[in-house]
């Protein structure tokens, strides 16, 4: 039978542009058997075993395909459902190893670790999702993620803890997220890894979602239900580094294959994984595979790419005389650099209604901008310096909080630089940090109170929104990938209050452009009082020129009534929400329902608005239209 690989395949794959591997490596079925082919330019024989050959490392070796490093034969008789796995034998015959195929679609559920011969066919319903995401924009739209790991999200009760599959959570997570008036879920990785604790950032199947859940077939229709219900998915990708395993990527074919061959460039000291030499073309060709595969042939609709600082610098987590410069004696990984621009250029080329995220912590310049100006590609960078400074900030008692003013503040230094998303992401919630809530200083009521406030600090604030699971109701414990998120919470009317003001956040950052069209331009942001640090009081305002949201900020628990803020328009400004209302449990503080404008100027402004700042409170501002009034004739300009 003719292959599948054609020379130019070949040509491409080893210089480093072949972005489809997918499409030729691997198993892939057809009529009468199944045609097979891996990378293992160093051994000296390689064969298929399985239950269908009884695993004998003898009875099916495949051929080399020239000096590509290609193996590959046709199996007559092998078909979907079989499971395999290939024998190699490296130099000199010394080493010997079963291993997973690297571009396996499918493997075995943990702990056994063989690939699994699949047919992907599956018919997809969610056409209208694509076409409508191809006509938008992500920076002027609003995007809301909720940050989800299907292992612990909802577990079955009284079924031994289990967790749902795909297509069990299809519908529960889409009701949810729809309701909470998320735009987008975001899923830790679901490609295959052999160890649960890692939460899916141990992965050996860069083409295989994960068998726990179900089959490939179950996790396509858990997108397409997503998508069919108006919400995005956005998959957690993990190029960094990959674990040791030994029927993993690592000393593939008897040789540093995958992995850089010096340690101090090929080992992750801090997660004890082997790191990707970058700068190999073949792996380059296979990185940027995989990443086109899940926005292809899953229908993703960006990536959020972990660890990029851990990929940028060559002295990451090492110390002095642990690493090795660069070419030009820098401490930059030139070869990662280089993959990261290929792969976004690849990605925006080929899927340009897709995202790319960065997760990159440091002050690496130009993440988010376009390559042919000197930057990275992504599409949007966590702002991980917002997370810390706001959650340093919060985690004071409301007394010290006026000699940390600066925490809330110094960001708009920064806040245009780069496309931000802002995170409160399942890193804050394990190792011993707590749950958000229970981040929070003060009593039962402080507490709650603080963390509606951090919410609207955050849903006001430039830049697009992640929370992970459990945080949009005050969950009390720590995350626990082993168990269910605690549920029965949300019949408590603290936590209720918690998932209301979160639902109705969502809902003004929607339904208003001025908190989202200019999330990534300074021409949407300004000041109203940045310095009343001696009240720890912070106002603000957003626009998308047309439209103004003002947002107020009290991080004491002492109400502030008669505070005057100074506003760019006359008229009666409508309270749109309130952190404190009644209806989150809080104490009731408000303006009744909103005030009009009277011509003092205050802050630089020609007119200004004497409020009542609540307790602990976040209250949001918009101008009300001609017809709000005269639907509502009580509410009169003075």
Known sequence: MRSLITDSDLYLFNEGSHFHLADKLGAHPLQGGTQMAVWAPNAEYVSVIGDH???????????????????????????????????????????????????????EVAPRQGSVVWDLAYEWGDAEWRQLRGQSSAAREAWSIYEVHLGSWRRAPGEGNRSLSYRELASQLADYVEWLGFTHVELLPVMEHPFFGSWGYQVTGFFAPSSRYGTPQDFKYLVDHLHQRGIGVILDWVPSHFPTDAHGLGYFDGTHLYEHSDPRQGFHPEWNSNIFNYSRHEVRSFLISSALWWLEEYHADGLRVDGVASMLYLDYARKRGEWLPNERGGRENLGAVELLRRMNSAIYAARPDAETIAEESTSWPAVSRPTYLGG???????????????????????????????????RRLYAFTENFVLPLSHDEVVYGKGSLLTKMPGDDWQKFANLRLLLGWMWASPGKKL???????????????????????????????????????????????????????????????????????????????????????????????GYRLGVPDEGYWRELLNSDAAEYCGSGWGNQGGVSTTPVSWHGRPHSLQLTLPPLAAVFFGLAEAQELEANPHQTRE
């Open 53 to 107: 050959n009884g695993w004998d490392k003898g009875a099916q070796p495949l051929q080399r395909r020239g000096d590509s490093g290609i193996w590959e034969a046709f199996l007559p008789g092998l078909g979907p459902g079989a499971v395999y796995k290939y024998h190699i034998v490296g130099p000199h015959g010394f080493h010997r190893v079963d291993k997973a195929d690297p571009l396996a679609r499918f493997a």
């Open 467 to 561: 929370l992970f699971m459990g945080g949009e109701f005050g969950q009390r414990a720590e995350w626990n990938h082993d168990s269910s998120l605690d549920w029965y919470l949300t019949g408590d009317d603290r936590h209720a209050g918690i998932q209301r003001w979160l639902r109705d956040l969502n809902e003004l950052y929607r339904r208003e452009p001025a908190l989202h069209r200019l999330d990534f331009d300074a021409g949407g942001f300004e000041w109203v009082d940045a310095n009343d640090s001696e009240q720890s009081v912070i106002s603000l305002l957003r626009t998308d020129g047309e439209r103004s949201v003002l947002a107020a900020f009290n991080f004491t628990p002492v109400p502030r009534p």
């Open 376 to 410: 990275l590609g992504f599409g949007m960078k966590w702002d991980l310096g917002w997370m810390h400074d706001t959650l340093e900030y919060l985690e004071l008692e409301g007394i010290h909080r006026k000699f940390h003013h600066g925490n809330l503040t110094f």
